[in-house]
């Protein structure tokens, strides 16, 4: 031990005991002072005879200060040693990382949100029922997709899908949350050739799960992190782009229309005239000055299906005694008539000259208006009624859909099955080309079937199916956008559901809005020549049109250079 260290020690203690003897002395303790003032002496002597052998200005050392000598007895560890962190509240940590409990507790774990919470927040002044409404969607919307990414679930996005009620759905016809839509736990196809589509139709069904055969959708090639479930949750019942009117622009009655399923008494011409059959008439709605005309009268037989001409010159009647009646419009004339069918004639196609016909019969005519033969080929492909017939915008397939739930493609002009579909539960009225892409087909099944399907025609396999949850009647491909218009009659389980018009993105096959207003089923359904309002019709003897596609730009047409040039 140093010299200068003992003599700041004795110093101290000198001072402590001299501190310790003012206290005695407060006590009473007297016999203290003399040891004490013994002990004094004796340091003060030490200290003397320590500055007598340093010599110098040091002789004489100053006493250090006492708040110095504490801090050096007792010096600070904590910069040595840190606090322990037992016995204080521990600070919480953020991060993107979260290890659950062995409790299986998923809501708590994974802090997942109610879908439907018992008792709603409290709403501010300012807020709005919309904006109420738009958050609890969101809020179910993180739900399926919490499930869809972290439990790994591979039916969180087709529930997600069935069971939200889209943004056009109005709010009478909503389904209450609690309401789980029914959907099919197995699906067996019967077709070995499946494929998704890749171009401009992705694929989103809930009975093609996971079936995927694009590489475009394998996880090699995705470079997002979000799997294609979360993806389809993300993207599904997003609010349109464009307002849509959910209320008909205009309402016609229409007496004596019939509640038929199969029958095809509706359609409109590009020279802007609608043809609807009532009872044994046909009448002519003009669009641009609203009149109405009855083009004839056939008083013992009742019309069965109108329609078109390519040029709107020519309109084709069928009735129910097999007849297939030509009408001159402008003439108001009676050109031709064809007795070939057996039965009623519930279909007709035009392709530039050529009419088909399917009947009752099982039979498809194509009849040459311009020969003075009957037909000129006889096809039998279906076992029941044919109820409904469509030619490719290119007039190289015709897709005839019967009451056999079959759906056929017939290759051109000749009597040759080119692909037949056996994948509907029942009857194949629906039928649509799509005008963007070669070879695509749309088609509807009936009460039992209820799914609209994608098909490539040209080679011949199954591309999507979705199920609407109710009738599917008609099928219109809008001209302007790939949007799909699908009128709808009977409902599996909720009655709101029933007696719709809804409009599809077939991009992703979403409601893009919902158009409510007939009391029954709308058999009928016709598109007008510039594609921007489509006509319906239903068993409760109305027209209805609607202002769909009125405010997306139509295409721009492209003209052929080598017909300018000529």
Not at 161 to 166: C, D, G, K, M, R
Not at 539 to 566: A, I, Y
Request: with cysteine; net charge neutral.
């Amino acid at each position: 031990m140093s010299a200068t260290y003992r003599m700041k020690l004795r110093s101290a203690t000198k001072k402590h005991e001299e501190d310790t003897n003012e206290w005695s002395d407060t006590n009473g303790q007297s016999d203290d002072d003399d040891h004490g003032s013994q002990r004094r002496e004796d340091a003060s002597d030490d200290s003397a005879d320590y500055a007598q052998r340093q010599g110098g200005d040091d002789a004489n050392p100053k006493t250090p200060e006492m708040s110095d000598l504490f801090n050096f007895a007792t010096p600070d560890l904590t910069a040595f040693f840190p606090p322990s962190p037992y016995g204080r509240p521990r600070k919480q940590v953020q991060g993107d990382r979260f290890i659950p409990l062995r409790d299986p507790h998923l809501a708590r774990d994974y802090q997942l949100m109610e879908p439907f919470p018992r008792t709603p927040k409290r709403k501010s002044a300012d807020q709005s029922d919309q904006q109420a409404e738009e958050e609890q969607r969101e809020s179910r919307r993180m739900l399926y997709f919490y499930r869809s990414e972290c439990l790994n679930d591979p039916y969180a996005a087709d529930d997600y899908i069935t069971s939200e009620p889209p943004i056009g759905t109005p709010s009478s016809t909503r389904t209450q949350p609690n309401a789980r839509t029914v959907r099919r736990l197995y699906h067996f196809s019967t077709s070995p050739r499946t494929e998704r589509r890749t171009s401009g139709l992705p694929s989103y069904s809930p009975h093609t799960r996971g079936a995927s055969t694009s590489p475009i959708n394998s996880a090699r090639f995705r470079t997002s992190p979000i799997s294609e479930a979360g993806m389809r949750i993300l993207q599904a019942h997003q609010r349109p782009q464009r307002n849509i009117n959910h209320t008909a622009i205009k309402i016609l009655d229409a007496p004596d229309l019939q509640d038929d399923f199969y029958l095809n008494l509706v359609d409109w011409g590009s020279n802007d005239f609608l043809a609807v059959g009532l009872g044994t008439c046909v009448y002519l709605w003009d669009a641009n000055s609203s009149k109405v005309t009855k083009l004839c009268d056939l008083v013992t037989e009742n019309i069965t299906s109108v329609s078109w001409a390519p040029e709107s010159k020519f309109l084709a009647v069928g009735t129910n005694r097999s007849r297939l009646l030509l009408w001159d419009v402008k003439a108001s004339k009676r050109v031709r008539t064809w007795t070939n069918h057996e039965a009623r004639i519930g279909s007709l196609a035009w392709n530039s000259n050529i009419l088909t016909s399917g009947g009752r019969d099982t039979r498809i005519f194509h009849h040459d208006v311009r020969a003075k033969d009957p037909y000129f080929r006889n096809m039998v492909g279906h076992s029941q009624e044919v109820c409904g017939l469509k030619w490719s915008p290119d007039g190289s397939m015709l897709a005839s859909g019967g009451n056999d739930n079959q759906l056929v493609i017939w290759n051109s002009h000749e009597d040759l099955v080119a692909h037949k579909f056996t994948q509907h539960v029942a009857a194949v009225k629906a039928i649509a080309w799509s005008p963007f892409e070669r070879g695509i087909l749309a088609s509807g099944g009936g009460t039992a079937d209820k799914t609209i399907k994608f098909w490539n025609a040209s080679r011949g396999s199954l591309l999507d199916s979705y199920d609407t949850g109710s009738q599917v009647c008609n099928l219109v491909w809008s001209k302007r956008s790939k949007e799909i218009v699908s009128s709808h009659g009977y409902a599996s389980n909720q009655v709101g559901n029933s007696n719709q018009v809804v409009v599809w993105d077939t991009t992703t096959m979403s409601r893009v809005a919902v158009l409510s207003g007939h009391n029954s089923r709308v058999l009928y359904m016709a598109l007008n020549d510039n594609g921007s309002t489509v006509v319906t019709g239903a068993g409760d003897e109305t027209l209805r049109f609607w202002d769909v596609f009125g405010s997306v730009e139509p295409p721009r047409k492209e003209f052929d250079r080598h017909s300018v040039l000529r």
